[in-house]
């Protein structure tokens, strides 16, 4: 009997594709691809919290100069505590893809063969996956420029990297620097600008808000373009470890650094923007894990003489800061 799953030149096959819901703890697999895959969520540069179903509170708690002299008889005054709540509000969120089995069966049949011929999961398992990596995608621009369907990222609130869309994103509250230049990188002095622009950066963060130099994963976050023209600069240093002007850096593949600070690169981020914070600051929330996620698989072909199958998923994301001043906003590009 012929192997129904080998190609002919025409590319026949025969596959069953089986409706499926998948609602709450079995919509992890493919909900989760969708929400983690996003590059600034998977390799740790936010803070993600799980399980919520509309929104949550982050609680700070700040404190003053706490410790006394031992012969001290009192205690510290109350006062020196503070605490700062921020708001993280999910905004309700849907896949609605629809995929030709022929048009992607070949990808499929040639992912992860092993010398048998065995494939690496079943097919409509790839369907998912290759609809959630693609949903993550737009989620890794979403969370940071905001607008719709998304609502407010990190930047903005408007898909717009100006002032108008900074004041609605969830860093409003961060100190504001701007280069009056434009980090262009056919421009001969980009390497300048970039490197006048991190330092501008550097230097507004240690004169306003020192505290957060010493924050664990504290760095630069930028996008491919602006990480680009760093090294780009450091290249034209002529190594990949050593001097600039008196600023200790590191260019080694994917670690760069700036002052000993990681410089994160996030592709979801605007163009000519630097922000200065740490990890545990920039929280990512979702209902993942819960009654409210849903990932479903329609096969339409059954029903509409075509050959499509279609794939739906439920979910809700949201972004928030957890202390609104800790962080500098550097840009090249603001507008009134």
Request: glycine content about 12%; overall charge negative.
């Amino acid at each position: 009997m012929a192997n129904k799953i080998q190609l002919s030149k025409k590319r026949e096959f025969d596959i069953t594709i089986t409706g499926d819901t998948y609602a709450g703890v079995q919509a992890l697999p493919y909900v989760t691809a969708a929400l983690r895959s996003p590059d600034t969520i998977a390799k740790g540069f936010v803070r993600t919290i799980d399980g919520l179903n509309k929104s949550a509170v982050i609680s700070n708690v700040a404190s003053g100069n706490c410790v006394v002299a031992a012969d001290e008889c009192g205690f510290v005054d109350g006062a020196s505590v503070s605490t700062t709540e921020q708001v993280l509000t999910l905004t309700d969120l849907k896949v609605n893809e629809e995929i030709c089995r022929q048009t992607i069966f070949p990808t499929w049949f040639g992912q992860g063969m092993d010398r048998n011929g065995n494939l690496p999961q079943s097919f409509g398992d790839f369907l998912l996956q290759v609809v959630a990596g693609k949903a993550a995608a737009q989620l890794e621009i979403g969370i940071w420029q905001g607008q719709s369907p998304f609502g407010i990222g990190f930047l903005s609130s408007n898909g717009n990297p100006n002032e108008g869309g900074s004041d609605g994103g969830a860093c409003a509250g961060f100190s504001e620097y701007t280069i009056d230049a434009t980090l262009q990188s056919t421009d001969s002095t980009a390497a300048g600008f970039i490197l006048d622009m991190l330092a501008g950066v550097y230097d507004l963060a240690a004169s306003d808000i020192s505290g957060i130099l010493t924050k664990p994963g504290a760095g630069f976050y930028v996008n491919n373009k602006t990480y680009g023209l760093y090294i780009q600069a450091l290249a034209a240093a002529g190594s990949n470890q050593g001097q600039i002007s008196g600023v200790g850096y590191n260019a080694q593949a994917d670690t760069a650094t700036y002052f000993g600070y990681p410089v994160y690169r996030c592709p979801g981020m605007f163009n000519d923007v630097i922000v200065f914070t740490y990890p545990e600051n920039l929280v990512v929330g979702s209902n993942s894990a819960t009654d409210y996620t849903e990932a479903r698989l329609i096969p339409a072909y059954e029903y509409t003489g075509g050959d499509e199958v279609r794939i739906a998923m439920n979910f809700a994301v949201g972004v928030q800061t957890g202390v609104a001043s800790d962080g500098i906003y550097g840009s090249t590009v603001w507008t009134s």
